[in-house]
């Protein structure tokens, strides 16, 4: 009789343990069968039923607040990104034993959860730990992460992936945009189409020697003189020479100002021409009196400017 006791109580305690060990699954295949594309839209009952203890899931639950009159851009920006992260979850290959949850709460439909929380900003990213099976933590209290400005899927992915046990898991997919990449053919064969019109007129222009000359020439004067440290530096244009009067030039090494360098850019440029006109323009002056004369000019204006 003793025994038969002893073994009625034995089966009255392991049938709760039981029916709690098997709720688990269930909930998680319940809650699964209905998160197959995006994330469970939460409320209160299902946000605490979804969290409720034991679980033998992860959850991720973000609580966000969509409805304009919240103004919270971030919400809005961001729930296409989660909706992404959960998509990519759930279609990818990962363990049999590793379960995850992704869910939504809306202010709207969890006003008492906010509250609870003491939330006063979303969205809240929530991350629910297992209490049960093989993956439980003995600190079961949810990880939080706060959205100080925009995020990407990729960082919140990162994140999710850095609290979950080691193992296989879904990359992380976003969709084939057909419209980028139809306006992209599109453009292109445009840019194609008006290169092929344009082509008689422009070529001639991108062709021409003098024209790339020029550019060459004025690239040249402008790094010569300084144009980048000012740049890099921001060096001031002038300053004052302390009598009242403006100092042009900055003495010492390893300091310019912005007047000084238009000025040694113009010396250089009157150099480079004069050069250029003795080589190139002289020689083609046919009549030898004028040729002697632009000679001399040059040579002049060459010499007093050096």
Known sequence: MKLFAFIASSLLYLIPVALSASSSPDKFEQYQSVSRVA???????????????????????????????????????????FDLIARSWNKGSKSDDLKLLFGTLDFNNGKAAFQRLMLQT???????????????????????FDFSGPISADQVYAWINRHLPDGPKPPLVRPINYVRIASGITVLMGAVSLFTVLSPYILPIVRNR????????IAILLFTSGHMFNHIRKVP??????????????????????????????IYAVLAFSTIALAMKAPRIADNKSQQVAVVIWGIVLLGTY
């Open 39 to 81: 994330p469970i839209e939460l409320d209160d009952l299902s946000y605490d039923d979804i969290t409720s203890k034991p679980r033998d899931y992860h959850a991720v639950v973000i609580l966000t607040a969509m409805e304009a009159r919240f103004g919270c851009v971030l919400c809005r920006d961001f729930q296409p990104e």
């Open 122 to 144: 979303a969205p809240v990213l929530l991350v629910f730990p297992p209490t049960v099976g093989p993956y439980a933590k003995v600190d079961d209290s949810p990880l939080r």
């Open 210 to 217: 003098n024209l790339w000359a020029a550019f060459s020439l």
């Open 237 to 266: 244009y002038v300053v004052g020479d302390g009598r009242g009067g403006i100092s042009y030039f900055a003495g010492g090494f390893s300091n310019q100002f912005g007047m000084e360098t238009q000025i040694v850019a113009a």
